[in-house]
């Protein structure tokens, strides 16, 4: 079946980066965009960008442009998230995400979720 | 940036039928497709509804979803126990920037 195992909980400094994998078996990797979402501590959800996995084009949230980068490295199907600069408020659990669509359908934006990962939990603190 | 408003919380009996709404504008639910989610506690969010109404497989029937110009509705009925959870509708907005917008959640309580 298709899974997406994240990479273990991390506890980082104001300032530093971290860098979140997510590792994919069950499905074509080179098929689907991955996505990377994150929700802080009893709050909702937030969207921050997608991967493809085969040429690694990006889109990114514009709040998070100039500290976000996602890559991928296909020989171990695994996509990877890194935040730079990281304050006390990108304290969240991180999931990564298969899109089952192609991102279009019918002429409109198509993404949609499925599976995600089980989540990462970063904490930022000094 | 646009928001895509849900109550914090609903609550209904076992076997009733229960509404979440989700409130937009014309920059996304108006322009764009919704999407449902399903979550419990400290686990990841679950697939319900793609394209608006369009359920996955595995998916029960009792969940359905629409849309109406700005807005969105997702209803259950024949409600369980098991469908307590946090209910996050989600939809491309295309006003300032172009993101993928969530609701804040509702959570659904069977009493």
Same mark, same amino acid.
């Given at each position: 079946?298709?899974?997406?195992?994240?990479? @273990?909980?991390?506890?980082?400094?104001? @300032?530093?980066?971290?860098?979140?994998?997510?590792?994919?078996?069950?499905?074509?990797?080179?098929?689907?965009?991955?996505?990377?979402?994150?929700?802080?501590?009893?709050? @909702?959800?937030?969207?921050?960008?997608?991967?493809?996995?085969?040429?690694?084009?990006?889109?990114?949230?514009?709040?998070?442009?100039?500290?976000?980068?996602?890559?991928?490295?296909?020989?171990?199907?695994?996509?990877?998230?890194?935040?730079?600069?990281?304050?006390?408020?990108?304290?969240?659990?991180?999931?990564?995400?298969?899109?089952?669509?192609?991102?279009?359908?019918?002429?409109?934006?198509?993404?949609?979720?499925?599976?995600?990962?089980?989540?990462?939990?970063?904490?930022?603190?000094? | 940036?646009?928001? $895509?408003?849900?109550?914090?919380?609903?609550?209904?009996?076992?076997?009733?039928?229960?509404?979440?709404?989700?409130?937009?504008?014309?920059?996304?639910?108006?322009?764009?497709?919704?999407?449902?989610?399903?979550?419990?506690?400290?686990?990841?969010?679950? =697939?319900?509804?793609?394209?608006?109404?369009?359920?996955?497989? &595995?998916?029960?029937?009792?969940?359905?979803?629409?849309?109406?110009?700005?807005?969105?509705? $997702?209803?259950?009925?024949?409600?369980?126990?098991?469908?307590?959870?946090?209910?996050?509708?989600?939809?491309?907005?295309?006003?300032?920037?172009?993101?993928? =917008?969530? &609701? &804040? &959640?509702?959570? $659904?309580?069977?009493?």
């Amino acid at each position: 079946q298709v899974q997406l195992v994240q990479s @273990g909980a991390e506890m980082k400094k104001p @300032g530093a980066s971290v860098k979140v994998s997510c590792k994919t078996s069950g499905y074509i990797f080179s098929g689907s965009y991955i996505h990377w979402l994150r929700q802080a501590p009893g709050q @909702g959800l937030e969207w921050m960008g997608w991967v493809t996995p085969s040429r690694g084009d990006t889109f990114y949230a514009q709040k998070f442009q100039g500290r976000v980068t996602m890559t991928t490295d296909a020989a171990i199907r695994t996509v990877y998230m890194e935040l730079s600069g990281l304050r006390s408020d990108d304290t969240a659990v991180y999931y990564c995400a298969r899109d089952r669509s192609s991102g279009w359908y019918a002429g409109l934006r198509d993404n949609w979720f499925d599976p995600w990962g089980q989540g990462t939990l970063v904490t930022v603190s000094s | 940036q646009s928001v $895509l408003t849900q109550p914090p919380s609903v609550s209904a009996s076992p076997g009733q039928r229960v509404t979440i709404s989700c409130s937009g504008s014309s920059s996304n639910i108006g322009r764009n497709y919704v999407y449902w989610y399903q979550q419990f506690p400290a686990t990841a969010p679950k =697939l319900l509804i793609y394209r608006n109404n369009q359920r996955p497989s &595995g998916v029960p029937e009792r969940f359905t979803a629409s849309k109406s110009d700005t807005s969105a509705s $997702l209803a259950i009925t024949g409600l369980r126990s098991e469908d307590e959870a946090d209910y996050y509708c989600a939809a491309w907005d295309e006003s300032l920037t172009t993101v993928l =917008l969530f &609701g &804040g &959640g509702t959570k $659904l309580t069977v009493l």
